[in-house]
């Protein structure tokens, strides 16, 4: 039973439009929210989080909504560009997260010139 | 700037053998994971540790073990290699106020 769906495995945006990758969770007790971006061949790198207290974070082009009520949550990258073109996982933890992330599918996104 | 250093980054086994996958911090971070990702699947966690001595099963443990003697250290072993644990390995490590930072991979392939 997936506890964090990316229901999108993939996602084409133009250039310089706004790219939302959307993910959804099932489980009530995560209270910390991450994504990561993930280019072939390489390890995922940190992105940008929020914490279920929140319900918006943003870092310079890229923002995170978090909506609890409907267990779902969205990144954007306004304005997308080409470099933005890789694997985003949507994570998520309970209690700390010592005992590890639990990561959906993934959402393979392709910025076109 | 290492950051966390996985070796080998490519091997390749034969079905029945065994094969010891390390994973380096130099973040002095308290916690170390391993997980694997497979095509459509995402990454699962295989083995995690909370601190030095101390290992715990994740979501697909079966068929690995891990030992953490080190806290810079974790190793991930497969004592008899099937076809089904070819997959890409990632050993990240985090501590209680910082994110998970991940290594470059880990691709190993079980003929």
């Known amino acids: 039973d997936q506890q964090v769906k990316q229901n999108s495995p993939s996602l084409s945006v133009q250039e310089g439009r706004i790219s939302i990758l959307n993910c959804d969770y099932t489980?009530?007790?995560?209270?910390?929210f991450l994504w990561y971006k993930k280019y072939p061949a390489e390890g995922p790198t940190f992105l940008i989080s929020i914490s279920s207290i929140k319900d918006k974070n943003e870092d310079g082009r890229f923002t995170v909504f978090l909506n609890k009520s409907a267990k779902h949550l969205s990144l954007h990258i306004v304005p997308s560009q080409p470099g933005d073109s890789a694997v985003y996982f949507c994570?998520?933890?309970?209690?700390?997260?010592?005992?590890?992330?639990?990561f959906g599918k993934g959402t393979h996104l392709i910025i076109q010139p | 700037n290492a950051g966390v250093t996985q070796t080998p980054k490519f091997r390749v086994l034969k079905t029945g053998q065994s094969m010891t996958l390390l994973c380096a911090q130099d973040m002095n971070h308290e916690y170390m994971y391993w997980y694997r990702q497979d095509p459509g699947m995402g990454l699962r966690l295989i083995h995690y540790?909370?601190?030095?001595?101390?290992?715990a099963k994740g979501e697909v443990p079966d068929g690995y073990n891990v030992s953490r003697l080190k806290k810079q250290n974790f190793l991930l072993g497969l004592e008899s290699a099937a076809p089904s644990q070819t997959s890409v390995y990632f050993c990240a490590s985090s501590s209680v106020d910082t994110e998970a930072f991940f290594g470059q991979g880990t691709r190993l392939t079980v003929v």
């Open positions: 489980n009530s007790m995560f209270d910390y």
């Open positions: 540790s909370v601190g030095e001595g101390t290992t």
């Open positions: 994570a998520a933890y309970s209690g700390g997260g010592a005992d590890g992330l639990t």
